[in-house]
């Protein structure tokens, strides 16, 4: 069993920033890999981004240059830091490992 909590998100201006936080706890030992997905309003829930133990990452090419995932295994806990917002970015981002999932945050990027 693994438990992941989302923090980080809210309200930001176009071009603004924010950095999102996900600790996991429970049987962690057996993650590799952390991945963040989003859900816009209407839609299917996308990937934006994961993460390996090992410091492998990889991203959407919508988001690609302007989101920086990293991780702390000390702390066990996945970031995003997200740069260079735009309107079009705002949706419920979800962590997960294994098949756990978080229970979302919502970023809003609007002026």
């Known amino acids: 069993q693994v438990q992941l909590v989302e923090s980080g998100g809210g309200l930001v201006q176009p071009g603004g920033s924010l950095r999102l936080s996900c600790a996991a706890s429970?049987?962690?030992?057996?993650?590799?890999?952390m991945s963040w997905y989003r859900q816009a309003p209407g839609k299917q829930r996308e990937w934006v981004a994961a993460a390996t133990s090992g410091g492998t990452t990889n991203y959407a090419d919508s988001v690609k240059g302007r989101f920086t995932i990293s991780r702390d295994n000390a702390k066990n806990t996945v970031y995003l830091q997200m740069n260079s917002l735009k309107p079009e970015d705002t949706a419920v981002y979800y962590c997960?490992?294994?098949?756990?999932w978080g229970q979302g945050t919502q970023v809003t990027v609007s002026s």
């Open positions: 997960t490992a294994l098949k756990y």
């Open positions: 429970g049987s962690i030992l057996r993650i590799n890999v």
